[in-house]
């Protein structure tokens, strides 16, 4: 079975956390207390490096980053499937989920909102503004890159749930605990909303995890 090092907060965590559920994988849940400085531990740190989360066990073997994780559970266990089978489409799917990945959440994470206060001395205002202010734009990128592609229908590829999804969901829960507009992005809100309706995401979701604290 696999072991899922991860935090019920850590949006890269729910992305790894709804995929194994989405393919009926069955995980067991290690959690680490990111707040407490669990990612710095020794033992965390030797087979992370990186020092972040998720990280997923493999027997002998150590899993980080998100979408790697994602992609090799996808080429592991192909059904169901988390990509469509025409490459085109496959890079429309990864662009959608890179542009969450890699240009809203890297500005948002908790290191960066801590360094932003411990060593920039932004108040607790300005730090969340500062959050408000790339997740809002980046969330309207999002939207007008869907809307322009035409693809979406439930879900972000026509009726088919994709690692774009995936990253979706998760970016929302940030963006509603922070207190994001989100009414100017109502193909992404609209897609968040039929997601909810799978168990794989809304059992996955950060309240219904052991180690959430509200």
């Known amino acids: 079975m696999f072991k899922l090092y991860n935090a019920a907060r850590s949006s890269a965590s729910y992305r790894v956390r709804i995929a ?4 009926g994988l069955p995980f067991e849940y290690v959690p680490v207390d990111l707040l407490k400085g669990g990612q710095f531990e020794d033992a965390f740190r030797r087979r992370n490096p990186q020092e972040l989360v998720p990280m997923l066990q493999d027997g002998d073997h150590y899993l980080t980053q998100s979408l790697a994780i994602i992609e090799f559970l996808e080429e592991r266990y192909p059904q169901p499937p988390l990509l469509p089978h025409v490459p ?3 890079a429309y799917v990864r ?10 959440h890297p500005l948002n994470n908790l290191r960066v909102l801590r360094y932003l206060v411990r060593e920039l001395g932004a108040s607790e205002e300005r730090k969340n503004g500062w959050y408000r202010h790339w997740v809002e734009q980046g969330l309207a990128q999002l939207e007008a890159l869907l809307v322009a592609q035409g693809r979406t ?6 009726d088919q749930v994709t690692i774009a999804d995936v990253c979706l969901v998760p970016q929302i829960f940030n963006a509603r605990r922070f207190d994001c507009r989100l009414d100017h992005v109502p193909t992404v809100m609209r897609i968040f909303e039929a997601c909810m309706q799978l168990p794989a995401f809304e059992n996955t979701r950060p309240e219904r995890q052991p180690d959430f604290v509200p």
């Open 95 to 104: 662009a959608a989920a890179l542009a969450i990945a890699c240009e809203i």
């Open 20 to 23: 194994l559920a989405y393919k």
């Open 153 to 158: 229908g439930r879900y972000v590829f026509g």
């Open 88 to 90: 085109r489409d496959r």
